[in-house]
């Protein structure tokens, strides 16, 4: 396809505007990171590396951070089992409902946020913390809540990779005489292992700078990293260790996006 020059130049300052509308904010937030000031001020007068130095000593942070962790691996661990074994179903067998159930996995991503975050606490509250159950809101809830979400993640990946590479060669496998097992471990692993490894960080990411669903499942009891800078964000004199966090929570969710991109992307990297 040709573009005339014009074309070219209305889309080029376009791809411009929309970057610069999604990073320009985020590159301010790890500017003002570095910003002597104690309160949200621009232009910086100058720099500072006080600010991370506190962050690193304040324990409220550290914990959170961990918290995060916690929950982001968990929830990661979860949706890569569960994900995984509904790609198979859905890709390598036919069955009543296939699309139907197939359509119930994606839909968790396309709801708002705090639609699944309502329809989770009211489940956990009015249903799970009775005497039956006796489930209440913490950790276990805020992790169930991020597998909702991550679920989606590894399933599209895997699913779709399933779909690209077929039958042929696991049939040829067990024509071959190598059983289930060895079919899968040589065979169909090898196929899907960049698939899972990007769906893997791509959910763990998504996990780790969630707050809306974070926020109506956790209770009182955790505070993740992305709910201690909502709980911050209006104290006074803690605005700079506010944007060392949020600097934070951008690098460490960009990382895992990155290499997912790029495990997606190039076929050199099926091959680990």
């Known amino acids: 396809m040709t573009l005339s020059?014009?074309?070219r130049w209305i889309l080029r300052v376009s791809l411009i505007i929309v970057l610069g509308f999604f990073y320009v904010p985020l590159l301010l937030v790890l500017i003002n990171s570095f910003n002597t000031s104690r309160i949200f001020s621009w232009p910086p007068t100058s720099y500072t590396t006080h600010w991370w130095t506190s962050a690193v000593d304040n324990e409220g942070i550290r914990n959170a951070i961990i918290e995060s962790l916690k929950v982001a691996s968990l929830a990661t661990v979860v949706a890569l089992i569960l994900g995984t074994m509904i790609s198979f179903a859905v890709a390598r067998y036919t069955w009543f409902g296939r699309t139907s159930i197939s359509f119930l996995f994606v839909l968790p991503i396309a709801l708002p946020g705090i639609v699944t975050g309502v329809a989770l606490q009211n489940a956990f509250i009015n249903v799970l913390s009775t005497d039956s159950f006796q489930i209440q809101l913490g950790f276990w809830t805020v992790a169930i809540g991020?597998?909702?979400?991550c679920?989606?993640?590894i399933f599209n990946n895997v699913v779709a990779r399933l779909r690209r590479t077929g039958q042929s060669m696991e049939e040829?496998?067990?024509d071959l005489g190598a059983s289930t097992f060895q079919t899968f471990r040589l065979v169909t692993f090898p196929q899907i292992r960049s698939a899972l490894l990007a769906g893997a960080l791509l959910a763990f990411g998504l996990s780790f700078d969630e707050i809306i669903?974070?926020?109506?499942?956790?209770?009182?009891?955790?505070?993740?990293?992305?709910i201690?800078?909502?709980n911050n964000l209006s104290r006074p004199n803690v605005a700079p260790l506010v944007n060392v966090v949020a600097a934070l929570v951008i690098i460490i969710s960009i990382i895992p996006v990155y290499?997912?991109?790029?495990?997606?992307?190039?076929p050199a990297h099926t091959r680990l």
Not at 146 to 149: I, Q, V
């Open 151 to 153: 679920i989606v993640v």
């Open 146 to 149: 991020h597998t909702t979400f």
């Open 172 to 174: 040829a496998s067990m």
């Open 5 to 7: 020059p014009g074309a």
């Open 259 to 266: 290499f997912a991109q790029r495990l997606s992307d190039d």
């Open 213 to 226: 669903v974070t926020q109506l499942t956790a209770g009182a009891g955790i505070e993740t990293l992305p």
């Open 228 to 230: 201690w800078i909502f």
